[in-house]
């Protein structure tokens, strides 16, 4: 019996000096950003989004202070509709840089859509009234002094003059100019 427990405490001895001989396996280095870039690009192009948006994520794990992980993903979920997901991810790119006009971009659009559905179920349930309009025609006077008074959907174009019945017919046998009888 005592033979046996020297034993055992001698193995075991052993096999922890083996486990500290061995040096540590060095972390594997992450996919340099292009690449990953790159593949997530080709995944899109593929039709396999859900693995570009993956892709991606490691990315941005990877290499958490890249903002263009995070500026392609908020790009990815605005081209799907997903404007909510686009907002979260663009605020990613703008804390990793700031001065990205792209990012401030997608995020305004995104918060717009947002609101504009919004509002308008809110407005074909009859529930758009009080202080809820109220604020909503504030926000909407500081985005048109914000816009500077530019439109951003242009007015109707003004309906062009039919034309005149000896021009058609010179226009669709391909002919112009004086010679046709157009002036």
């Not at 993903?73 to 605005?78: E, P, T, V």
């Not at 509002?119 to 025609?137: H, I, P, R």
């Not at 530019?150 to 003059?161: D, F, L, N, Q, S």
Request: charged share 20%; hydrophobic share 45%; with cysteine.
């Amino acid at each position: 019996m005592k033979m046996t427990r020297l034993l055992a405490a001698v193995g075991c001895a052993a096999l922890l000096a083996a486990c500290a001989a061995q040096e540590p396996k060095p972390a594997p280095r992450p996919m340099p950003m292009a690449i990953s870039l790159a593949d997530a690009e080709a995944a899109v192009q593929a039709g396999r989004v859900a693995y570009a948006y993956a892709i991606l994520k490691q990315a941005a794990a990877a290499h958490p202070t890249d903002k263009a992980p995070w500026l392609r993903m908020a790009q990815m979920r605005f081209e799907e509709k997903n404007y909510g997901e686009a907002i979260v991810n663009g605020t990613e790119a703008i804390e990793r840089d700031p001065d990205d006009t792209l990012a401030y971009s997608l995020v305004a659009v995104s918060g717009l859509r947002v609101s504009s559905k919004a509002l308008a179920d809110l407005t074909q349930k009859n529930g758009f009234a009080g202080s809820v309009q109220s604020e909503a025609q504030d926000l909407a006077a500081l985005l048109h002094n914000t816009l500077k008074g530019e439109r951003i959907v242009p007015a109707k174009a003004p309906a062009a003059p039919a034309p005149r019945p000896g021009r058609a017919a010179s226009a669709a046998k391909g002919c112009s100019g004086p010679s046709c009888g157009l002036k």
